[in-house]
């Protein structure tokens, strides 16, 4: 397939896939990063290149309700946000998944109050881990946009139905311009196809109810039924990702696993920070210690049966938060992983770096690497440690 | 009460004007009981009963009390309470504490 290499910034990235999927809505409140995303979408929009319907809110909670209502009308809905943004969106939130709606959303990661700050951090993603979303992560601006295009694919699989949250880091790439691949018009189209719905609130032949009361005596089941879904997941997303791959040439699965064949020692990571790590990790390769990582893409749902089969046998797992869980032990992907390991005898350790946007920087996983090296060799360390911090 | 695997995807409810189907008579705790000798068919717990749970034949000239409809009676007693019999001594219904 013959794609356009261009120079974008994460934010327009994604405003592309997403304007190649041609949703029939869009609802968005502005946020810092997220807000150039959608800036380019009303681009978009008012110039005529995208018939999509924006419904301009006076809130995120508003955002994603009007999102939900679209998506049960039987429409193709995104929307975007960063941080606080999603923090207030967090009612909606739930609903949206427990509704099996297909929304879209760009969420520009960015940390939470207080004290403000504008910067990367995963804290507001992590707040909803458990809201029932699907949680992919982006290295780069290709990879956003790769996501932006295949969330449409996975939220829409009659299988599934569930709402997909696209995450990348704010500014760190949804503010740096960075050359990718884009798929012709066509072809995105001809990947992600026309919308089709489960059920509609438009159709008065068989009117449904949405949403309604439900207490002791259905709670319960309408969250079994919920939970079994995401069984399915793991299944339609390397499906996806395999058509997506073989038209693009880019190859995806639940992680990407870096340098892993021969690995004794393995990062496990998030996001952008995966760049980073992989430089520093080269150098090490060079000095003959074997260090790889694991870097995933596919957060919520866990795929735990993976990451307990792809560190299987390794020396030392070092697994690293760009948020911290207040009262929590570790941060959220370091008891992910420690739990998934369950039962295998490889030490698993946690970090916490990157808080409010501070700089990873080489040094930092200099020290993971080093630290990795030492527990390989039998050596002791905090289960939980901090990484560029003043103390 | 239908399974997991029954329901609709997403809690949606697909067949219109099914609440009639509900039986919303599953969370009492005190429950009447008629005691058909002492009633004297004066239709006050009929027209009290704030659920329609006084079941009624009127195929006769008048009205006559024949029990509770326990699909849909929450047990609040209000019928007990209204019962011109039970002030005189003699209850015509009773309320005690449902067995489940």
Known sequence: ?391 | MIKTSELHEGGIIREAGNASTYKTGDWRTFVPQFVQENCIHCMFCWIYCPDSAIDIDTSGPKPLMKGIIMDHCKGCGICAHECPPVKKGKAALVMVREEK
């Open chain 1, 1 to 391: 397939m013959q794609q356009k290499l261009v120079a974008l910034s994460g934010n327009e990235a994604v405003a592309y896939a997403f304007k190649q999927a041609r949703p029939h809505v869009a609802a968005a409140f502005p946020i810092t990063p997220q807000t150039e995303m959608m800036h380019k979408y009303a681009e978009f929009v008012a110039n005529g290149e995208s018939a999509t319907e924006m419904i301009l809110v006076e809130s995120e909670h508003s955002a994603m309700s009007a999102a939900v209502g679209s998506a049960a009308a039987g429409a193709r809905t995104f929307t975007a946000t960063s941080s606080a943004g999603f923090a207030l969106m967090w009612e909606v939130v739930y609903i949206a998944a427990s509704l099996r709606l297909p929304i879209c959303m760009a969420m520009v990661n960015r940390a939470l109050s207080g004290n403000i700050n504008i910067h990367c951090d995963h804290s507001d993603s992590m707040g909803g881990r458990d809201a029932g979303w699907i949680h992919l992560f982006s290295e780069n601006a290709q990879e956003s946009y790769d996501n932006g295009l295949m969330a449409w694919r996975i939220a829409e699989h009659m299988d599934v139905r569930l709402p997909v949250m696209v995450n990348y880091d704010g500014f760190i790439i949804s503010h740096t311009a960075d050359a990718l691949h884009m798929l012709p018009d066509e072809a995105a189209w001809k990947f992600i196809g026309p919308y089709k719905h489960k059920y509609t609130l438009l159709d008065v032949e068989n009117p449904i109810t949405v949403g309604p009361l439900d207490l002791t005596d259905y709670y319960f089941e309408h969250k079994t039924s919920q939970l079994a879904a995401y069984d399915k997941v793991p299944g339609v997303v390397q499906a996806v990702s395999d058509e997506f791959g073989k038209l693009t040439g880019r190859h995806y699965g639940f992680a990407e696993e870096y340098l892993l064949d021969d690995a004794e020692m393995v990062m496990v990571i998030l996001g952008s920070s995966a760049g980073t790590a992989k430089d520093v990790i080269d150098e090490y390769r060079a000095k003959g210690v074997k260090a790889g990582l694991l870097k995933l893409r596919m957060f919520r749902p866990f795929p735990a049966a993976y990451v307990a089969k792809v560190l299987a046998g390794r020396k030392a797992v070092a697994v690293l938060d760009r948020s911290a869980s207040f009262g929590g032990f570790g941060g959220p992907v370091f008891t992910e992983v420690r739990s998934a390991m369950y039962g295998q005898k490889v030490p698993v350790h946690g970090y916490i770096y990157g808080l409010g946007g501070r700089d990873f920087d080489l040094r930092q996983v200099a020290t993971v690497l080093d630290n990795l090296q030492k527990v390989a060799a039998g050596g002791q360390i905090e289960d939980v440690n901090l990484l560029g911090v003043r103390l």
